[in-house]
């Protein structure tokens, strides 16, 4: 059997495709920082790696860095109120919208009951304590699978925390108010007499003069009267021996010009 020798031919190639410059990605609205190893390893620092390697990005958008965070609210509903509370892991605008809205809303829902009127400025409080750590949360360097979300204005520049200025200007009222009292307790004093006697009236009672007495004895709320009216019940007489006699009343010092003589109260009538 007889072979015969072809020669071999190399077939056309296709055209090659034309050249393309290398990717370069599209910066997002958190560009990676310039040498960042990605979102992997290098944002240890914020206590969002877990155990395979990963950070854990914003559970809102996704962005990192993120960190935990728990902001609370209140809701007073006269007889019955409700505990509110927000809890993960957010960004830095993602955090600071989520304390903005809840904090605007317990400033304006949590005063109504009794007990949400003690519970509300407690609450308030320990949110401020959540936004120092608000604060310190890095602005997002790693976009991520959505935009997030918008702070908005800041709680007292609102219409909710502008109304609710009215409650605290009440609030902080009562709180004043209390160390005042306080002081002008202090200042004025107990009644010298320790009777209870109402001599601060300014009454003042002479010997010969007649008076009434507006309050149930052994109280006294001593008034002058003419002694020809009949609002006049007692003659108003001086003791000569220090004491007096069977029958008769005695005022107390304070109703006297000195404040130290008590006077007799004699009946004018039977």
Do not use: K
């Not at 560009?31 to 877990?50: A, C, D, E, I, K």
């Not at 996704?62 to 509110?84: D, E, N, S």
């Not at 002058?224 to 010092?253: F, T």
Request: charged share 15%; with cysteine; aromatic share 8%.
């Amino acid at each position: 059997m007889a072979f015969r020798h072809v020669p071999w031919e190399r077939p056309e190639l296709p055209t090659p495709p034309p050249s393309y410059p290398p990717y370069q990605p599209v910066p997002g609205p958190h560009p990676q920082l310039p040498g960042s190893p990605g979102p992997y390893g290098r944002y240890g620092q914020y206590g969002g790696v877990t155990a395979g390697g990963p950070v854990a990005g914003c559970q809102v958008c996704g962005a990192v860095p993120a960190m935990p965070v728990t902001i609370r609210g209140h809701q007073g509903m006269v007889v019955i109120m409700r505990f509110l509370r927000r809890q993960g892991v957010f960004c830095h605008p993602c955090a600071l919208a989520l304390f903005r809205d809840m904090q605007a809303d317990t400033l304006i829902a949590g005063w109504w009951g009794p007990l949400s009127v003690i519970i509300t400025p407690f609450t308030l409080l320990a949110n401020l304590s959540a936004l120092s750590g608000i604060r310190r949360i890095p602005v997002p360097v790693a976009a991520g699978w959505r935009p997030p979300l918008d702070p908005g204005r800041p709680v007292f520049r609102r219409p909710a925390g502008i109304l609710a200025l009215i409650p605290l200007a009440v609030l902080g009222l009562l709180v004043a108010a209390v160390p005042v009292l306080l002081v002008i307790g202090l200042v004025t004093g107990p009644d010298e007499s320790g009777t209870g006697g109402s001599g601060s009236t300014g009454v003042t009672l002479t010997p010969g003069s007649c008076a009434r007495n507006d309050d149930p004895w052994p109280e006294q709320d001593l008034r002058s009267a003419d002694c020809g009216s009949p609002d006049a019940r007692y003659r108003v007489v001086d003791p000569a021996s220090g004491s007096c006699a069977s029958g008769d009343h005695v005022a107390y010092p304070e109703y006297s010009a000195d404040g130290a003589t008590s006077f007799c109260l004699r009946p004018l009538r039977g």
